[in-house]
């Protein structure tokens, strides 16, 4: 047998550490403080569900789950798959808990790792993390209006300044079926022209292509049915009411008409949020509509509207501004010299813990003049020092590390002297 002497993550997944992870809590509690103010309350649901609400729910044919779902059989032959987004999970919840008799809309939001076996890239992993927040039983273009406000204020608050809103509509079920009957039409007889995905797209999902990136099949989609002019005059008035009171309320957006958004499920408004920062995989978040998910899941006719924030890449371009916020606040050390013991220092950083200050003791034998460097190398500015003569006197030394300046302070003084540095 072989042994490993060294494990590392699995590809595609990555360890996040401090500091990079307060800044990750900060942007965490800033969702959860702004999606809170527009009545979202948190719902968490199971990492693991039955691989069959993901192949109703998002879809068969999608690459999610057709190609990049994390899916197993149990101990009793169960299929599971590790959850590879959560809007057909917090659909399910809505469904299991009958939250259609709460009070609509029912707004949920959620945080927390998906998977998918996707090759990793720059910003693309196998386990990356969501924010997402889901809005159930409104039918209305106003909802749609007020959580596109509400992701505003969220990025706004992160300092984000040069995002822009993606926005299209794919229409009622109807017209979207419509559509894609349309579209596979017009490509069969192209067939030849279009790459593998795309010709497998056209069996199975022909609406996907129009989110082609290869140039050939653009050129070839210039001339293609186009989306719009299958709408009814329902989603068409939908869709303008919302593009108007986004102008009214100052929402940068630019009308997409070849966005359609990889899941099936998305019926009517659906959106994107890209930055300019980020190259190919520039997306950061999707929403829309998806009016027939929740009867798709065996519940009654529920419309619900939701996004998916991109943690990771939300992250890789987050204004300095936030980031540096959060640098940290600044930690004390506790330093003690021969002659007292370890539970003296430790009494003492307990003291300043109990404040809300960020401490580090000395608890090993080390010389002070190394405890100093260790504090120093560890980003304190002040260390309080506790030798046998200020036990004696209750006294402490408070030393600068920037300046070297050291003055004797009386124990009961002390958190106020820190506090005024
Ligand atoms: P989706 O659930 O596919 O609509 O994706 C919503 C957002 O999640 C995207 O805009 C990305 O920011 C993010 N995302 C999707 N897949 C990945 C991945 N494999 N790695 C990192 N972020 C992802």
């Not at 068409?236 to 009308?255: P, S, T, W």
Request: proline share 4%; with cysteine.
């Amino acid at each position: 047998m072989t042994s490993r002497s060294r494990f590392s993550t699995v590809k595609g997944t990555r360890d996040l550490l401090p500091p990079e992870t307060r800044v990750w809590a900060a942007v965490e509690a800033t969702a959860r403080r702004v999606f809170e103010t527009y009545g979202y309350g948190e719902i968490r649901t199971p990492i693991l569900e039955d691989t069959e609400l993901f192949v109703r729910g998002v879809g068969e044919a999608t690459d999610i789950v057709g190609k990049e779902m994390y899916t197993f059989l149990d101990k009793k032959g169960r299929s599971l798959s590790l959850r590879p987004e959560s809007t057909a999970p917090v659909a399910r919840a809505f469904v299991e808990h009958h939250l259609s008799d709460w009070p609509a809309p029912v707004k949920l939001y959620y945080l927390g790792p998906q998977f998918r076996y996707e090759r990793p890239q720059a910003g693309r992993y196998r386990q990356f993390y969501q924010i997402g927040a889901e809005a159930f039983g409104d039918d209305g273009p106003w909802i749609d209006v007020e959580l596109l406000l509400m992701l505003r204020r969220f990025l706004g608050e992160l300092g984000f300044e040069d995002l822009v809103v993606l926005l299209n509509t794919v229409g009622d079920r109807a017209s979207r079926a419509a559509y894609g009957e349309a579209l596979r039409r017009y490509l069969e007889p192209r067939r030849s022209e279009l790459g593998e995905d795309s010709r497998r797209r056209l069996e199975t999902n022909p609406l996907r292509i129009l989110d082609t990136k290869l140039e050939s099949e653009t050129a070839l989609l210039e001339n293609a049915p186009a989306l719009q002019e299958f709408l009814t005059p329902e989603s068409r008035e939908h869709f303008r009411v919302v593009c108007d009171a986004l102008e009214r309320f100052g929402v940068a957006f630019q009308v997409a008409e070849r966005l359609v958004r990889g899941l099936d499920y998305y019926t009517r408004t659906v959106f994107e949020v890209v930055s300019a920062g980020l190259g190919a995989q520039n997306a950061i978040l999707g929403g829309g509509r998806y009016d027939a998910l929740i009867s798709e899941l065996g519940g009654s006719e529920v419309p619900g509207i939701g996004f998916a924030i991109g943690l990771d890449r939300l992250i890789d371009v987050l204004p300095e501004s936030f980031r540096s916020r959060q640098a940290g606040a600044r930690t004390i050390g506790v330093v003690r010299a021969g002659g007292v013991v370890v539970e003296e220092a430790l009494r003492l950083a307990e003291e300043l813990r109990i404040a809300g200050m960020a401490t580090l003791v000395e608890l090993g034998e080390r010389s002070v003049k190394a405890a100093l460097k260790s504090c120093s190398r560890r980003g304190c500015q002040l260390v309080v020092l506790l030798g046998e003569e200020e036990l004696r006197s209750g006294t402490v030394a408070v030393k600068d590390l920037a300046t070297g300046a050291q003055q004797s302070v009386a124990r009961a003084e002390l958190l106020r002297t820190i506090e005024e540095r």
